[in-house]
């Protein structure tokens, strides 16, 4: 049996603006997703996954030649899986050359946006020993901070370059990261689609460069005030292109902190900047997924 490992991600600057070229900063999680491969002298493969209470929810059978659907618990996820393999497949002609059995296994919640799809993607690339930037494009699109999280040690700045983008490992040596938490909104967010729904033409430069620059202030900063006012920042540029509300003016407006979206807007978790207390003021108001920076980022 072969196995493979990714982390899993979160994006806390650069939402929609990475597409087009902003440096982003970006935070692998500790959590990621395993795929265990068992192969047999067979032409069929049983491919079955499990979430983080170890439940199946999803199996497919299908020959590995032709790809040929055999069968499947879910025909959707059946065809997102498909276009991966296939990708792959093209990219490299001796990957799945034999049946088995496949399973993959997550450590987080599959509702919490962490990336089930990327990790999938970067653990598939490291089978099939394919460049994972051009599977992502072949299948689900997206910036690919993510896959760039996936094999990551530690958090990272990331600048899209076709299939071989910029990444840079950093430090983020908060003084205050106590005061930091990440709060799941209990809404999962499509970020595949809000990535195809976005715009591009709406990012003039200048707001390229004004995320790529407080990208950088946030890297290097030991205030939490500083801190804070980078945030707001940030949140006000990308509210502005999107032409909607901050979640703080929205769900937060009396949080004596700051609270800023990660990724697309609209669910999964958000970033809180505030003080030990904190966690109690989103567990009153019925948010009790509260995880501390330093317990969620590798």
Request: net charge positive.
């Amino acid at each position: 049996m072969i196995s493979f490992f990714s982390h899993g991600k979160l994006l806390l600057t650069g939402e929609y603006t990475v597409l087009n070229g902003s440096k982003a900063l970006a935070l692998p999680t500790k959590v990621g997703q395993t795929l265990n491969y068992n192969p047999i002298d067979s032409n069929t493969l049983i491919w079955k996954s499990y979430d983080s209470n170890g439940i199946l929810w999803f199996e497919v059978k299908f020959n590995v030649d032709s790809l040929e659907l055999i069968a499947t618990t879910d025909s959707e996820i059946w065809k997102r899986l498909y276009k991966v393999l296939r990708a792959t497949k093209k990219l490299n002609s001796t990957f799945l050359i034999k049946g088995g059995q496949v399973d993959t296994r997550l450590e987080f919640d599959r509702s919490w946006g962490l990336g089930s799809s990327s990790t999938l993607i970067s653990n598939i690339a490291l089978w099939g020993n394919c460049n994972p930037y051009i599977i992502l494009d072949k299948s689900f699109g997206g910036s690919g901070f993510d896959i760039a999280c996936a094999q990551a040690k530690g958090p990272l700045t990331y600048t899209r370059n076709n299939y071989s983008p910029y990444v840079k490992s950093v430090e983020l040596n908060y003084p205050f990261i106590e005061n930091l938490f990440f709060v799941h909104l209990n809404k999962k967010k499509d970020s595949q689609k809000a990535v195809a729904g976005f715009d591009l033409n709406k990012v003039e430069v200048s707001v390229i460069s004004q995320i790529s620059k407080l990208t950088e202030l946030m890297i290097n900063c030991n205030d939490q005030d500083d801190f804070n006012l980078y945030l707001k920042t940030h949140e006000k540029i990308i509210g502005s292109i999107l032409n909607r509300r901050t979640v703080q003016e929205v769900f937060f407006s009396d949080f004596e902190g700051i609270v800023k979206s990660l990724g697309a807007w609209g669910g999964d978790f958000v970033l809180v900047s505030g003080n030990k207390e904190s966690p109690n003021y989103f567990k009153k108001l019925g948010y009790p997924t509260i995880i501390s920076f330093k317990e969620m980022i590798l």
